[in-house]
């Protein structure tokens, strides 16, 4: 009887291992192909900005912070942004805004001369 709950502990033990191997290849997949997609830009705008608190117990510390920009084609999209930028960030001002995937990397607001 000892064995048969060894060996199901074994296979347990296996399972679990599996599980994390897989989702931690995933995950670096995931983070690779995010940091192989090239830089992207686009003209448009800052329309909203918003904060949100981690949960409790999350290894993240402090509110994130996203901006939501209305590109001149129409869609929107959401970026999450430093808490610097988000401080900074103005309204319906035209720019050109770089990114990669769902990361900032920069707006630069349009001179008016």
Do not use: C, W
């Not at 502990?9 to 995933?26: G, N, P, Q």
């Not at 610097?84 to 001179?111: A, C, H, I, W």
């Amino acid at each position: 009887m000892g064995s048969f709950f060894s060996f199901v502990a074994m296979i347990v033990f296996f399972v679990i291992l599996a599980v994390f191997i897989v989702t931690m290849v995933r995950s670096g997949a995931e983070t690779y192909h995010r940091s192989t997609v090239p830089p992207a830009n686009a003209r448009g705008k800052a329309v909203s900005k918003r904060t949100e608190t981690p949960p409790e117990h999350s290894k993240i510390s402090g509110d994130l912070h996203f901006v939501t920009f209305a590109l001149d084609d129409g869609r929107e999209i959401e970026l999450s942004v430093s808490p610097n930028e988000y401080e900074t960030m103005e309204f319906d001002v035209d720019g050109e805004l770089y990114y990669q995937e769902t990361r900032f990397l920069s707006f630069e607001p349009k001179k008016i001369l």
